[in-house]
């Protein structure tokens, strides 16, 4: 396994193009993009059809946990596929490691539950 400076050099230069052409892209759309702004041109369009009323409108904070939340234990699965990919290599310490991993999350998750946050109705 080589790891000396070197063998960096080839993401580095990547990682240089990739921010100087977003730091291009940025640039140039703001030096030749349009500059007028009119009220037709920051008037809302959709479909056609004129808006009516407020787009803002309360929503509950529940709805929100619920997506935070289903979106930390829908990653938490996504890290079972190494381990289910190398559990023969892994042994009993990367067992372990998944038990420990395991154990975080039904933790964070009794806590959510006992405080109420997947109840709707309170």
């Given at each position: 396994?080589?790891?000396?400076?070197?063998?960096?050099?080839?993401?580095?230069?990547q990682?240089?193009?990739?921010i100087?052409?977003?730091?291009?892209a940025?640039?140039?759309?703001?030096?030749?993009?349009?500059?007028k702004?009119?009220?037709?041109?920051?008037?809302?369009?959709?479909?056609?059809?004129?808006?009516?009323g407020?787009?803002?409108?309360?929503?509950?904070?529940?709805y929100?946990?619920?997506?935070?939340?289903?979106?930390?234990f829908?990653?938490?699965?996504?890290?079972?596929y190494?381990?289910?990919?190398?559990f023969?290599?892994?042994?009993w310490e990367?067992f372990a490691?998944?038990?420990?991993?395991?154990?975080f999350?039904?933790?964070?998750f009794?806590y959510v539950?006992?405080?109420?946050?997947?109840?709707?109705?309170?």
């Amino acid at each position: 396994m080589n790891t000396s400076p070197e063998s960096y050099l080839p993401i580095l230069i990547q990682l240089g193009f990739s921010i100087g052409f977003v730091v291009l892209a940025l640039f140039l759309s703001q030096l030749l993009g349009p500059k007028k702004k009119t009220k037709k041109k920051n008037d809302v369009f959709e479909c056609g059809i004129e808006s009516q009323g407020d787009a803002r409108f309360p929503v509950s904070v529940k709805y929100f946990l619920s997506a935070i939340l289903f979106v930390l234990f829908d990653v938490e699965v996504i890290f079972f596929y190494p381990y289910a990919v190398n559990f023969k290599e892994m042994g009993w310490e990367g067992f372990a490691a998944v038990l420990t991993f395991v154990g975080f999350f039904l933790a964070g998750f009794i806590y959510v539950w006992k405080k109420g946050a997947l109840e709707w109705e309170r």
